[in-house]
């Protein structure tokens, strides 16, 4: 397992696994641990996030470029793609249901670029921390929060990627999920043998709480209220 997405309202989600020959989409019923439909998809998937209006957004990366491939929420069925200069290293869908936010590596910079599902063009880029892990856009789409590999949480401008807030936590940096409130940050730091899930109190940018996180945790989504994070784990055996 590498990624996944948050719940709908109907308790569905897609996950994306696999191995780096072959790799598909999972749509998962969320209530009775089913398996709904199983899609192929480029063996170069690296991320995936699903919009409000129902379109999955899948982030691709080889050694010299990268994507964002778009798929229907439903089915799976691919819809078109927009190619990005550098490997995608996450992606996350904004609120209005037509953004998406892909975080790519190019040389010592990494890069949030801001893409329009309708139109397919970027839109913005933002220059970011140089070892991110993780992104997600804040509610109203005005910044971002990036996640870097050292715990550390940038929230930086959407115009223009200048910082606006900083959060230190202690755990090494794996992912990142906004509540739906947009009041709490949940991240996933830690060792892959004993990681955990800071609870950050975005009002204050304190962390209120630390909570155990299962062995070979790789991704954390929003649940449908503050109180629910869903915790994907992966494993090489």
Same mark, same amino acid.
């Given at each position: 397992?590498?990624?996944?997405?948050?719940?709908?309202?109907?308790?569905?989600?897609?996950?994306?696994?696999?191995?780096?020959?072959?790799?598909?989409?999972?749509?998962?019923?969320?209530?009775?641990?089913?398996?709904?439909?199983?899609?192929?998809?480029?063996?170069?998937?690296?991320?995936?996030?699903?919009?409000?209006?129902?379109?999955?957004?899948?982030?691709?990366?080889?050694?010299?470029?990268?994507?964002?491939?778009?798929?229907?929420?439903?089915?799976?069925?691919?819809?078109?793609?927009?190619?990005?200069?550098?490997?995608?290293?996450?992606?996350?869908?904004?609120?209005?249901?037509?953004?998406?936010?892909?975080?790519?590596?190019?040389?010592?910079?990494?890069?949030?670029?801001?893409?329009?599902?309708?139109?397919?063009?970027?839109?913005?880029?933002? =220059?970011?921390?140089?070892?991110? #892990? +993780? !992104?997600? *856009?804040?509610? /109203?789409?005005?910044? %971002? &929060?990036?996640?870097? @590999? $050292?715990?550390?949480?940038?929230?930086?401008?959407?115009?223009?990627?200048?910082?606006?807030?900083?959060?230190?936590?202690?755990?090494?940096?794996?992912?990142?999920?906004?509540?739906?409130?947009?009041?709490?940050?949940?991240?996933?730091?830690?060792?892959?043998?004993?990681?955990?899930?800071?609870?950050?109190?975005?009002?204050?940018?304190?962390?209120?709480?630390?909570? =155990?996180?299962?062995?070979?945790? #790789? +991704? !954390?989504? *929003?649940?449908? /209220?503050?109180?629910? %994070? &869903?915790?994907?784990? @992966? $494993?090489?055996?």
């Amino acid at each position: 397992l590498i990624a996944g997405t948050p719940p709908t309202s109907d308790d569905r989600a897609w996950s994306l696994a696999g191995t780096p020959t072959v790799k598909t989409l999972t749509q998962l019923d969320l209530r009775t641990g089913k398996q709904l439909g199983i899609v192929p998809v480029s063996a170069s998937a690296t991320s995936v996030a699903l919009s409000v209006s129902g379109v999955i957004g899948l982030g691709l990366g080889t050694n010299r470029s990268g994507a964002i491939e778009f798929h229907n929420g439903t089915t799976g069925a691919p819809l078109s793609s927009t190619p990005l200069a550098e490997p995608v290293i996450d992606v996350a869908a904004g609120a209005d249901g037509t953004t998406f936010s892909a975080l790519y590596a190019k040389g010592r910079v990494n890069t949030v670029a801001v893409i329009n599902q309708e139109s397919g063009l970027v839109e913005a880029t933002l =220059p970011v921390l140089t070892n991110a #892990v +993780a !992104i997600v *856009p804040t509610p /109203d789409q005005q910044a %971002v &929060y990036v996640l870097s @590999g $050292s715990g550390i949480v940038d929230e930086v401008s959407a115009s223009d990627g200048h910082r606006l807030a900083e959060i230190s936590l202690i755990a090494a940096g794996v992912d990142l999920a906004l509540a739906p409130s947009g009041k709490t940050l949940f991240v996933l730091g830690g060792s892959s043998s004993a990681p955990s899930i800071s609870i950050v109190d975005l009002a204050t940018d304190a962390q209120q709480a630390v909570i =155990p996180a299962a062995a070979d945790s #790789v +991704a !954390i989504a *929003p649940g449908l /209220d503050d109180d629910h %994070v &869903y915790d994907y784990v @992966g $494993s090489s055996t």
